[in-house]
């Protein structure tokens, strides 16, 4: 009878050289979810996903990546390699198509019974021990095509049996530089703890693995190794099969230039380096010191011993000469190379006197905020003229400085700072101005550029998309029913109304077409809105009670829908019908609330309220006091438990938070200024806010804020 076997799990993680107690961010054991697909249901799932190269991506990054690849591994069907295929081309897609400047190495290993079914790509590495024998996979360093740089990626796949007592190591190639013999005896030890002590010691200066030991139930688990993310409990065994397959390779294309990226930026800072001058002094100092040594040695064997019978090698003189004038020189040179470490170099003399601008400032009270803001402001500015002055950017302690110097000055402007995930890049050019997320899973991007709409499929566990889809449901020039689509202007969700089928998206064509969608019931269909020859040039969409309203700046208007049946066969009504209309030339977009409450942004930023036509006393407090310069888009989320309405300014890169009262709550910037400069559209669904910039799709959470006082 197969015994049933276990996966005893440990972790090396080091940074700068130092062993960091935790998990790396990339590192993830998962077993198979309640919904996972039936023949995944005796699999366990391992990964470790490491930086490749200098370009780095956050920990949080590296931590959901590794979920989206268990999560597309135990959602897919098929082979197991066809499984672990399918998670590192999603996990390659999403950084790729994404547009992500990092590239990353991935290692995948999947426990079925007494097998294990191994994937990497790029510089990822395995290392097996089996009977006392190490089998090294690949046997030498190697580089291959990282994730990220290429559409379709290089995989290598393989297959072994194991059994208890094995013990298999999925590391970067850091470990493949160090001593075989050495590393040999350390993975030759007979638990995780005493494997980890000598590992540590031959890790390279940057290094990550997970250690994985093959045991039997009844093995007790070491407690001093880290737990990992998920308990380790094994799947029944099934028979075994062949020993040690033939790898297979997967074809790949011309490998491109990789980009780099060092360990995740959460990790625990080194402690400071020396300067180069520093270094290279006490280098040359050492060197020298040794050579002087050896210079001695050198001599004492030349020179005659008093017993000894045969001639000085040397004439003694010339003896004498070596063995005091070159160790005279030699401290000369020493003493010189050693004074020379107290010169700093031009970059150095320039962080101090940052770094004494900034003990200055944490002299100003912050009471101050007018002399706090601008004693601040200057000390950003001192940053970026060190950084563009020098040529050299990410040193660590012009990044703490720049970091708590904007932590001071987000703190008056109100600014709550987010770390958006690309999800979808949809090209140079596009414009993507509607966005809806259905169920947690279908999201609708609309690209005014080809007036095309997009469905992609969304993990929700992870929020990232399994799936990104080139051929769009609906596009220009594309034949829907009896009409020919043109240029669509917005899109909503109908879950009733005077359409076929509920629950459809409606998306509003300029010649007078309303084009619904079901993505249960495909292909789109298509009907002809009444009066539409009334219209100006309506931008965008809502719904309330079944009836459809379209904003109309151009005619001064918002028109209403009332359907009938299964469409809205009536011309529409006016909501404003009074003889005194409010100016709405300037209007960008609109949002109705659950009371009917109608709401209208505009183009520089003001935010008017609406009750049956008539305008209400309306105004926004405790907002920032340079809040909204400008705006471009709206969303009135009026489903969850705080009612609130989202403003895009892309003038001031910010999303902004507001009640329906009109009281302000947060102002979302991302860390990366450069992210929000063409916002265009926003949706949210629940603590998930899905914003779109120029052609990227961003998704970010706000679940760590429920509970916490407004800024």
Known sequence: MLETIEALVGYLFVVGGRAIGTTPPGALVELP????????????????????????????????LTHLAADVYFRSGGSITSGLREAIHAVNSQISEAGQRYTLNMICAVLRGDEVYLARTAE?????????????????????????????????????EVAPGDLMVLCDNALLRADRAALNAALAQPDLTAILEPLKALAARETQALIIQFATPET???????????????????????????????????????????????APLPPPAAPLSQRAALATGNALGSFAKGLNRAVNRLLSEPNEASAPRI?????????????????????????????????????????????????????????????????LERVTYVETTSGRTNDPKLN???????????????????????????????????????????????????SAIYRDTLAPEVNMLITRNTQPVVQRGQAVGAFSAREVVDMLWLAEGGVQRANVLAALDTQGILITYSPTFAPATAQRLAGADLWGKPVALATWRGNLYLLDPEANQIWRYRPLGNSYPNPPEEYFDGEIRPDLSTAVDFGIDPNGNVYVFFADGQL????????????????????????????????????????????????????????????????DPNLFRALNSIYTDRDNIFVASGGVLYHFSIADLAGRPAP
């Open 608 to 671: 008017r309220k609406f009750t049956s036509g008539i305008e209400q006393r309306f105004a926004l407090s405790g907002m920032p006091s340079d809040g909204l310069k400008s705006g471009r888009a709206m969303h009135l989320d009026g489903d969850s438990a705080l009612p609130s309405i989202y403003l895009l300014d892309p003038a001031d890169q910010s999303i902004y938070q507001i009640t329906l009262s009109g009281a302000f709550r947060y102002r979302f910037r991302a860390t």
């Open 33 to 64: 979810p309640r919904k996972a697909q039936r023949s995944r249901e005796a699999d366990t799932f391992f990964t470790l996903i490491t930086p490749h190269g200098k370009t780095h991506a956050t920990a949080n990054v590296y931590e959901a």
């Open 220 to 266: 007790p688990d070491p407690t001093p190794i880290p737990k990992p993310r998920s308990s380790t409990p094994r799947p029944e065994p099934t028979s075994p099969a062949p020993v040690a397959e033939p790898p297979e390779t997967a074809s790949a294309p011309e490998p491109e230039p990789p980009q780099a990226a060092p360990p995740p930026p959460e």
């Open 400 to 450: 703490r400085i720049r970091l708590k110097a904007q932590g001071i000055l987000d703190r008056f402007d109100k600014v709550t700072r987010r770390t958006p995930t690309p999800l979808r890049n949809f090209g140079e050019g596009a414009q993507l101005i509607s966005l809806i997320v259905r169920g947690g899973a279908d999201v609708y991007s609309l690209d005014a550029s080809r």
């Open 124 to 160: 990822s590495a395995c290392i097996l021990r089996q009977n006392g024998d190490f089998a090294y996979y690949p046997e030498q360093l190697s580089e291959g095509v990282p994730l990220g740089a290429t559409p379709s990626p290089e995989i290598k796949l393989s297959r072994c």
């Open 315 to 379: 004439p003694g003189m010339m003896a004498a000469i070596l063995a005091i004038g070159v160790p005279i020189v030699v401290v000369f040179i020493m003493v010189a190379l050693q004074l020379s470490q107290f010169d700093l170099t031009q970059f150095e003399q320039m962080v101090r006197d940052v770094e004494v601008a900034v003990r200055q400032a944490e002299l100003v009270d912050l009471n101050d905020e007018r002399l706090a803001r601008t004693v601040w402001l200057g000390i």
